[in-house]
């Protein structure tokens, strides 16, 4: 027999006593007299009320102290912000008054019931007017509110000041659409780039992030499944926006919420201070957190195991809005350095070299760098092998204009870099080969290959290196490493290499 039935059951037994009670009222009445069956029923309804004050009270006290571990800010959900401990007192400061309040009123409620009840030769009294009570609950309730806001506004100018520039802080961007969030971070310039909605390209620019703002070159743009990754003991500057309709971003166990608004931005600031683990580590001291993960799977993780800070949606905002949660992970600052340099940035991944590139056919300063650092790299490699064949050096990055053996502007930037790394290996003398791919002319081929490799090496001169460490030579076709019957092939037998010759 389902629990459901046996509930129904119970409802329809209790209905039809009811309805007997009724009867056997009715007919007591008739019995004894109408006064007399009155003034029996005022008297047990006073007593069951006052029965039922008692045990009301007693379970509202009782359920509050069985279910606290479950409520933020009890038992093991302290908060896990700087701020959230402020908040927790405040919600304590109003939560003490209104049950104080509470408690004193369904007592005197439930009280009065009972000792005013209806007796024959009573008479109630009418009192049209009463200064004494008048002034008593006027004033204690505009003093107790005159606590609570002052306290809360305290608590506000406390938790709610915006950061200024010599503030160390992480600013983070939080974009709500319907049913996700995009969250995006700076990269290593610490600075969010600038957005236009008029540049938004659902295909590779969700934000509108302008790309012409240097800023906006190394943010990343988590995808919507990806966490949300902080470091703790950190101060965390979050602005929130929102393309269509009205969400809001709340963090429960930190103590933060605030809405999304379309074309509205808002924000707020935190500071996290323990990481994911530790809090994890606090709810394993308490049994329920020590049960099970799956209910169906005795053999699951604990379910302490399994906790996870999140963001959740406050919001209504559609039929989707459960998939807004999103996972929070809080780690050490050495942990998040190390993801963060894991990350890949939105322009580089998506639009650099694309015809939405503003810089195409620019070198940005980081690919600068990235080109110095793999030329120094593979310089060193040759230097410290013994191997004939490794003393050969790609130079990945000297282009020529087409058909020609003039040097590309691109190309002095590697040129530059093979300069320094000379000067700084006096003893190293070297080769510079020009090669080509198939087409054309062997003849035609072969000198392109000498003048390419010549134009280099008077690059390097004229940039103080001595003539005596430095000789070219053109190869044309005849050393391929790549397939001259496809353009990729090709592509790859067009190059410049530096041979180290002594060291």
């Avoid at 609570?148 to 983070?172: C, R």
Wanted: hydrophobic fraction near 40%; charge should be negative.
């Amino acid at each position: 027999m389902s629990t459901g039935f046996i509930a129904i059951l119970i409802l329809v037994i209790l209905a039809v006593v009811v309805v007997q009670i009724g009867k056997i009222s009715d007919l007591a009445a008739k019995i004894r007299g109408e006064e007399e069956v009155a003034q029996q029923a005022n008297d047990t309804t006073a007593v069951w009320l006052v029965g039922f004050m008692v045990l009301f009270l007693i379970g509202t006290i009782w359920s509050a102290v069985y279910y606290k571990d479950v409520m933020l800010g009890y038992g093991p959900h302290s908060a896990a912000s700087a701020h959230g401990g402020e908040i927790d007192g405040l919600f304590n400061a109003t939560l003490g008054v209104t049950f104080i309040v509470f408690f004193i009123t369904h007592v005197l409620l439930f009280w009065y019931s009972y000792k005013y009840r209806s007796r024959e030769g009573n008479k109630a009294q009418f009192i049209a007017h009463n200064n004494t009570i008048e002034l008593v609950w006027t004033v204690i309730p505009a003093i107790v509110l005159t606590f609570l806001v002052v306290k809360g506004l305290v608590a506000w100018n406390n938790i709610m000041p915006d950061v200024s520039e010599e503030d160390q802080y992480l600013e983070i961007e939080a974009t709500g659409y319907q049913f996700g969030w995009d969250v995006r971070y700076p990269g290593n310039d610490g600075k969010l780039g600038t957005k236009d909605f008029r540049m938004i390209n659902l295909a590779n620019n969700s934000l509108g992030m302008d790309w012409s703002d240097d800023k906006s070159i190394d943010d990343i743009v988590l995808g919507g499944t990806d966490q949300i990754v902080l470091p703790v003991d950190t101060t965390v500057r979050v602005r929130i926006t929102s393309k269509d309709v009205l969400h809001n971003f709340y963090l429960p166990h930190f103590r933060v919420k605030m809405d999304a608004i379309p074309g509205l931005p808002t924000y707020f600031i935190f500071k996290p201070i323990k990481t994911t683990e530790e809090y994890r580590q606090e709810l394993r001291n308490y049994p329920e957190w020590n049960e099970p993960y799956d209910v169906e799977d005795p053999e699951s993780l604990p379910r302490w195991k399994e906790f996870n800070y999140e963001l959740a949606c406050a919001e209504l905002c559609g039929k989707g809005h459960y998939s807004m949660r999103r996972v929070v992970k809080i780690v050490t600052r050495d942990e998040y350095e190390t993801w963060l340099a894991e990350q890949k940035s939105t322009y580089m991944t998506t639009i650099r070299n694309t015809e939405d590139d503003p810089r195409l056919g620019q070198l940005l300063d980081v690919e600068i760098k990235e080109r110095a650092q793999e030329l120094r790299a593979d310089f060193k490699n040759a230097l410290d092998s013994e191997k004939a064949e490794d003393k050969t050096i790609l130079l990945r990055h000297v282009f020529y204009d087409t058909g020609s053996a003039g040097l590309s502007d691109l190309s002095k930037y590697e040129l530059d870099n093979l300069t320094d790394i000379l000067k700084n290996n006096s003893g190293v003398t070297v080769e510079l080969a020009g090669h080509t791919d198939s087409v054309g002319d062997d003849a035609t081929n072969l000198e392109i290959s000498r003048n390419r490799a010549q134009n280099v090496l008077n690059y390097l001169t004229n940039k103080g290196l001595d003539i005596s460490r430095l000789s070219s030579n053109g190869y044309g076709e005849t050393a391929p490493i790549g397939d001259n019957g496809t353009e990729e092939g090709r592509a790859q037998n067009r190059r410049t290499e530096l041979r180290i010759i002594s060291q």
